[in-house]
Structure formats: structure tokens, C-alpha cells
């Protein structure tokens, strides 16, 4: 998946591919990614966590949340059906945002954050919680946006 925003090439972008492709075909091999995050994302959330921010990462069971929840019948939902191949855009999501909106907590008083970013008329969407330094990517969707661009 390649588009004008994403000339700058993430290391992480084709293992976070294999590993959803690991899980949407059945596997269930252990997985857990570190992503490298930017100053950018950094500044968006410090004030918000008590420590300063190191890694945002994705297990299996997050990938498997999302295939279950966002990889088909999202049309539905007036969203698009993810695929092993959009996860190449998640740290481009992570680093090079649009926006980064703090929505709530979760059960344990972990914040949560949603991050933006429109790519070719599609806006991806993550959502990362839980830990102080280390924050955890739970779940992904898309859907079109006309009109919108990087």
C-alpha cells in the first residue's frame, strides 16, 4: 500500500503487515510490536501520561480484536473492512497524525487517545491506552472521506 503520504518508509510497516496476515489466517503465534514514536506524538500526549512516552506497540490479541470487530461488515457501519495491508499505515497514524484527541478511560483509569490521519480520501483511525511509558494500539478502522488528502 503505497500513497504519497508514506514516502517516508516505516521499519515496522511490513512486519505489522505479516502479522496481521499471520492472524487473518488463522495463526496463533504470539506476536508483539514496537513501534518508534515521534517527538510529534510525544508533545501530543505528555501532559496527559506520567511518564514520558518510549514505544506504542500491538499484540496478537489486539490484531485479532480488530480482524474480528473491523475486518469485514463495517459497510454497515458506513466504514470500510480493514485489511493485513492497512496496517502498514499504522505508524505513519501513530507519527504523522492529523489528530490526537484523548476520548476517555478504561476500566482501570488507563487513558485512552485517538489519532487521525487522511490518506487518499481514507481516514485511518487508532486507538492507543493503557501503561505509562508503553501504550498499547487497541483497536483500528477506516472509512472514506471525500475530498480529504495528506
Given at each position: 500500500m503505497e500513497s504519497d503520504c508514506s514516502k517516508n518508509?516505516?521499519?515496522?510497516?511490513?512486519?505489522?503487515?505479516s502479522a496481521a496476515e499471520s492472524v487473518w489466517n488463522g495463526s496463533e503465534?504470539?506476536?508483539?510490536i514496537g513501534i518508534e514514536v515521534s517527538e510529534k506524538l510525544i508533545a501530543a500526549i505528555g501532559e496527559h501520561l506520567p511518564d514520558r512516552l518510549e514505544l506504542v506497540f500491538i499484540t496478537d490479541s489486539d490484531i485479532r480484536h480488530i480482524k474480528r470487530k473491523h475486518g469485514s461488515g463495517e459497510e454497515g457501519r458506513g466504514r470500510l473492512s480493514l485489511k493485513p495491508s492497512d496496517f502498514a499505515i499504522i505508524p505513519?497514524?501513530?507519527?504523522?497524525?492529523?489528530?490526537?484527541?484523548?476520548?476517555?478511560t478504561d476500566?482501570?483509569?488507563?487513558?485512552?487517545?485517538?489519532?487521525?490521519?487522511?490518506?487518499?480520501?481514507?481516514?485511518?483511525?487508532?486507538?492507543?491506552?493503557?501503561?505509562?511509558?508503553?501504550?498499547?494500539?487497541k483497536t483500528m478502522w477506516k472509512k472514506n472521506q471525500p475530498g480529504a488528502s495528506c
Open positions: 518508509q516505516y521499519p515496522e510497516s511490513s512486519l505489522l503487515v503465534i504470539k506476536i508483539n505513519i497514524v501513530l507519527n504523522d497524525f492529523d489528530t490526537c484527541v484523548q476520548s476517555d476500566k482501570l483509569g488507563n487513558k485512552k487517545f485517538v489519532l487521525t490521519k487522511n490518506l487518499s480520501s481514507t481516514v485511518y483511525l487508532v486507538t492507543i491506552q493503557r501503561g505509562k511509558r508503553k501504550l498499547e494500539i
